[in-house]
C-alpha cells in the first residue's frame, strides 16, 4: 500500500521553512556585515585617496609657490646682473675719459715744464748780459761783467784764426780796457804766444816774463818760462837759454816743461 504523506506535511514544512529562513537569514546577516565591511574599507580607501590627493595638491601648490619665488629670484637676479653690467660698462667709459683727460693733461703738463724751462733758460742767458758771472779759469775763480766776458772771448776767437797781428791788438785792446781783469794773467800767457808767431820774440818774452812775474803760482807760469827759452834760442842767445831753464828748472823742478826744457838746450853751447 502506498505511503502517503499526506499526515506528515503540516508538521514537516513549518520546520522546513523555519530552517530555510534562518539559513537565508544567516546568509544575509553575512552579506550584509561584508557588504558594511566593504563599505567601511572603500570610505577609508576614499578618505586616504582624498587626503593623499589633497596632500599632492598642497604640495603641488607649494611647489608652484617656491617655483614662482625661484623665477622672481632668477628675474631678479638677472636684473642685477644686466644693471651691474651697465654699470661696470658705464665705468669703463668713465675710465677711458679719465685716461684720455690724465693723458691730456700729462701732455699739458709736459708743455708747461718745457715752456717754464725755456723761460728760465731764456731768464738766465739776459741776466748772463746783465749781470756779473763767476768764472773759472787756469785753476783761477774770479767775477766778470758780461761784456767783460765777451771782449775776452772775442780776444781769443781771433787768437785761434792764426791772424797774429788781429789777435795782438784784441789782447792788448782788452788788456787796456779792463785793467785788473781776472782774464789778465791768462791773457798774458796768450798775448806772448801771439808776439812769438809774429817772431816778435823780445816781446813775448816781455809778456812771459810779466806772467811769472805777477802770477809766479799760475799753472802756465812753467810754460811761460819754457816759451821765454825757444824765444831765446830763435835769438840765438844759447847762454840765456840755458840760464831760463836752469831757473825753470828750480822754480818747477817737477813740471813737464822742466823736462822739456833740459831736452832743448842739452845740446846747446
Known sequence: MPLSLSPFVPRVLPALVAGALLVIGSGARAGLLEDEEARKAILDLRSRFQASEESHRNRLEQL?????????Q??????????????????KAENAKLRGGQEQLAREVAELQKRLKDAAQALDDRLRQVEPQKIALDGKDFVAEPHERRAHDAAM?????????????????????????????????????AYYGQKNYKDAIASFRALVSAAP?????????????????????????????EELVKAYPNSEAAAAGKERVAGVK
Open 157 to 193: 776767437a781771433v787768437l785761434r784764426t792764426g791772424d797774429f797781428d788781429k789777435a795782438v791788438a784784441a789782447i792788448t785792446g782788452f788788456m787796456q780796457r779792463f785793467q785788473g781783469s781776472g782774464y789778465t794773467d791768462s791773457l798774458r800767457f796768450w798775448l806772448g804766444n
Open 64 to 72: 608652484q609657490q617656491s617655483t614662482g619665488q625661484l623665477t622672481e
Open 74 to 91: 632668477v628675474q631678479q637676479l638677472r636684473r642685477s646682473l644686466l644693471d651691474l653690467n651697465t654699470q661696470l660698462e658705464a665705468q
Open 217 to 245: 803760482g799760475h799753472p802756465r807760469a812753467p810754460e811761460a818760462l819754457l816759451a821765454v827759452a825757444n824765444c831765446q834760442l830763435e835769438m840765438k842767445d844759447g847762454r840765456g837759454a840755458k840760464k831760463t831753464v
